[in-house]
């Protein structure tokens, strides 16, 4: 078994009265894709964000590495692509600029080349220089996961990245998803679609009773 | 030492120790409070300028005290929220705003109960009142703060941010107050500065300050014990007490 | 993908979404053009009561302008996820904040001191005092835009959060006002004004250095929270 890039001992977070989670212990290894299942409110979003680094509300510990995750924070920074509920993705840019900027504060792969061999795999091409802002909902969520494609990080943490892509938009992304798995990156996500993947996978479902 | 500060942290030591404490502590707060007043009403000796209005000051002072106190008070335990986490620190902060706003606006109206005799005005913009009133802004903006938060925790750590910057400012704020009246005011009258006090009215001036600090200390104990019996209201140690 | 790189992507970045939604920038210009408007007609057109009252007014006219323009400074990077992004990533938030700042007060303090002669026109302010307006305003609109952004931070997620904001920033701004509309004065009555503008600018640079620092938690604990 390949040592874990990320993994948690008794993770745990409250919201108020509520348990969201406790005592979680997973782990994620190079090529591994693990699915974060449960019903709406049960925390999915959450986990991601704790896992991500973005919500401090939380007991137990992470780790990046073998090592604790606040000690290598920009390392595990540099490594990580997140994507939101919120894609980040600015309106008021195009989408070559938007995808500069991201550049300039994450690792990744720049080149003119490597940027127009994405978006062309995204049906973007065409619109680099359109206003996300003109884009329909489905191009824009295209434009975040062209983020991932170009982003060089070894751990992808998404929360629902097929929301708005259409039938075939979603097995053409599920495809490139099952590609990068197996050249290395390791891949946290959750989403509704049924996920048809031709690798394996590991799922786990919060807010299920322990038998 | 850690395990000191670890119970320190905690709710339920807090209860209990305050139990024991509150009740020494009010008696003797009231003591001092009591007889300052009636030493500084009825026979501290009347002032040569001022007449019997300067008396005033037995309630303006120790106010405008507590108002700055509280205000590092309620910086120094969002501090110690924000870094450690403590539960107390946080319910500290809490209390200690409102409390210190109450304060500063005691300060502002017996300030201006004294300036009616002394000046002939309700209201006159020196240095020190218009500080307390900068002042009372700021213990309002965290009060506001807090308060507009959904969930509490996070409006409890945005309020120590904006009480710690605003504790760098309260110095700067007070020096430019300060070189401010100074540069505007006509230079015959000086109504900031403090004539020397007679001994006859330090004394109870001081026994009042010190009466309003363990006011001060015991306020924050009985709305800390309130605000926690609610926080943990579901917990056992709560219920037992309830029975 | 160095941090210089980094804050030089930022500061376009923001410059580019600015200059693309100009109303943002005007707005704030405008209500301050409005609330010198407004003044005239409360004290008297006389020129001589107008030009008393100058320095001062055209201080407070200049950090309402600059309040307003930093309100929403972070809100729309917050509720689109940017802010997830700039937070997340590996080149330092503090710098890239700082960054963000230098944009926000090249659309907004910056061009209130270039204004400012205009405005001091219309409030019959002593032609001796221009340049100094000009020079404090410059210096001490930096202090207003990083104050204001603390604020914003703070109340990035908050409904209404305008008010609550001035609330907030307006009792930190008081030193900046006293002797920004002091070296103003000092310069209408024909005085040395060095010292005032030196202290804005001290200022201003403690200013800038502990702000990103604020705004940092602020931002993350409002991140924490959506």
């Not at chain 2, 007449?51 to 205000?71: C, D, E, M, Q, T």
């Not at chain 2, 007070?174 to 020397?196: G, N």
């Not at chain 3, 310069?187 to 705004?215: E, R, W």
Request: aromatic content about 10%; proline content about 4%; some cysteine.
């Amino acid at each position: 078994m390949s040592e874990a890039l990320l993994s948690t001992q008794n993770l745990s977070c409250e919201r108020g009265y509520r348990t969201l989670f406790e005592r979680l212990d997973l782990h994620i290894a190079r090529g591994e894709l693990l699915q974060i299942g449960g019903e709406n409110g049960s925390g999915k979003s959450t986990l991601l964000k704790v896992l991500a680094g973005l919500s401090s509300d939380y007991s137990g510990e992470i780790f990046w590495q073998g090592q604790a995750i606040q000690s290598v924070k920009e390392q595990f920074q540099a490594d990580l692509c997140y994507l939101g509920h919120a894609k980040g993705v600015k309106q008021g840019l195009t989408i070559a600029e938007n995808l500069r900027w991201f550049c300039s504060l994450y690792p990744c792969d720049d080149s003119a080349d490597a940027q127009r061999k994405v978006l062309e795999q995204l049906q973007l091409y065409r619109f680099r220089d359109h206003l996300c802002g003109q884009l329909s909902a489905g191009q824009q969520q295209r434009v975040a996961l062209a983020r991932l494609l170009l982003s060089k990080a070894r751990l992808w943490i998404l929360d629902e990245p097929f929301t708005a892509i259409d039938k075939q938009g979603v097995a053409e992304f599920e495809e490139i998803i099952c590609q990068r798995v197996s050249e290395g990156t390791a891949v946290i996500l959750t989403t509704h679609h049924a996920l048809q993947l031709a690798i394996p996978h590991r799922s786990i479902v919060l807010g299920a009773k322990c038998p | 030492m850690w395990q000191f500060f670890h119970k320190l942290g905690s709710p339920r030591w807090f209860y209990q120790i305050s139990s024991s404490l509150l009740p020494w502590l009010g008696v003797l707060s009231a003591a001092l409070i009591i007889t300052a007043t009636v030493w500084g009403l009825a026979f501290a000796p009347m002032d040569f300028k001022q007449g019997n209005s300067f008396r005033i000051i037995y309630i303006h002072v120790p106010s405008a005290f507590l108002a700055l106190a509280g205000y590092y008070t309620m910086a120094i335990a969002g501090a110690v929220y924000l870094i450690w986490r403590m539960k107390m620190a946080e319910i500290v902060l809490r209390v200690a705003a409102p409390i210190g706003a109450v304060m500063t606006f005691l300060a502002l109206i017996t300030g201006a109960i004294w300036g009616k005799p002394t000046w002939g005005a309700w209201w006159v913009w020196d240095a020190r009142i218009t500080s307390m009133l900068v002042l009372f802004f700021l213990y309002m903006g965290v009060v506001a703060l807090a308060g507009s938060y959904q969930r509490a925790d996070l409006g409890s750590k945005a309020a120590a941010i904006l009480a710690l910057v605003g504790t760098v400012n309260i110095p700067i704020i007070y020096k430019s107050v300060d070189w401010w009246y100074s540069l505007h005011q006509p230079a015959t009258i000086k109504f900031t500065s403090k004539p020397s006090i007679h001994p006859d009215m330090l004394w109870p001036l001081l026994l009042m300050i010190v009466g309003f600090y363990l006011l001060y200390a015991v306020l924050i104990m009985l709305h800390a014990r309130a605000e926690i019996v609610q926080r943990e209201q579901r917990t056992r140690w709560i219920q037992e007490l309830a029975k | 993908m160095s941090l210089a790189s980094a804050c030089w992507q930022m500061l376009r970045r923001d410059l580019t979404l600015l200059a693309r939604r100009k109303m943002d920038v005007l707005n704030p210009l405008l209500f301050g053009f409005l609330v010198a408007l407004l003044f005239p007609l409360g004290l008297g057109p006389a020129p001589a009561s107008l030009a008393l009252v100058a320095p001062g007014l055209l201080w407070i006219i200049a950090l309402l302008s600059c309040l307003w323009a930093t309100d929403g400074v972070f809100d729309e990077d917050f509720h689109d996820g940017s802010l997830a992004l700039i937070l997340l990533s590996p080149q330092p938030a503090y710098f890239l904040i700082m960054a963000r700042l230098m944009a926000h007060w090249l659309a907004s303090g910056f061009i209130v001191a270039l204004v400012s002669p205009v405005l001091a026109l219309m409030l019959y302010l002593p032609s001796e005092a221009m340049g100094v307006l000009f020079l404090s305003l410059l210096l001490g609109s930096a202090s207003l835009v990083c104050i204001g952004a603390v604020g914003a931070a703070l109340t990035v997620n908050v409904r209404n959060g305008g008010v609550l904001l001035s609330l907030i920033v307006l009792p930190l701004y008081v030193p900046v006002i006293i002797f920004g509309s002091a070296a103003v004065q000092a310069a209408a009555q024909l005085q040395d004004s060095t010292a005032y503008l030196a202290i804005l600018a001290a200022m201003s640079l403690l200013a800038i250095v502990l702000v990103p620092l604020a705004i940092t938690a602020a931002l993350r604990i409002n991140v924490d929270a959506a």
